[in-house]
């Protein structure tokens, strides 16, 4: 039996908190509890947020696919899922670590 030991290369990137005022500074004043983020902040967290479902090409998906549809175009790299072949078994989508793949039902099945 071979298992694989194969992982996924992703940078883990903790949520930004935004800044606020002191609990001190709350009292007797009517600013602003919380800031916001600065440009470059709120561009970090919106990367942070969208790059989730991200595919990042670490062929798991087409390891592990039991029906071999799965490739990558030479030219791009893009991931390739050939429907014809495809049984809708959801390993790909199972293993994918950044639920880059989502199994959807074909209409009229």
């Known amino acids: 039996m071979m298992y694989m030991?194969?992982?996924c290369k992703k940078e883990v990137v903790p949520k930004r908190k935004p800044k606020t005022l002191s609990i001190k500074?709350?009292?007797n004043n009517f600013s602003p509890v919380e800031y916001g983020f600065?440009?470059?902040?709120?561009?970090?967290?919106?990367?942070r947020c969208l790059g989730?479902?991200?595919c990042h090409y670490c062929d798991i998906c087409s390891l592990?696919?039991?029906d071999l549809c799965i490739t990558h175009d030479e030219k791009t790299g893009e991931v390739l899922i050939d429907l014809d072949y495809c049984k809708g078994c959801g390993i790909c989508a199972a293993v994918c670590p950044k639920q880059a793949i989502e199994m959807v039902m074909e209409e009229g099945k």
Not at 38 to 47: D, G, H, Y
């Open 64 to 66: 592990l696919c039991p």
């Open 5 to 7: 030991t194969q992982e």
């Open 25 to 27: 500074a709350r009292k």
């Open 52 to 54: 989730l479902r991200d």
């Open 38 to 47: 600065v440009r470059e902040e709120a561009i970090k967290e919106a990367e």
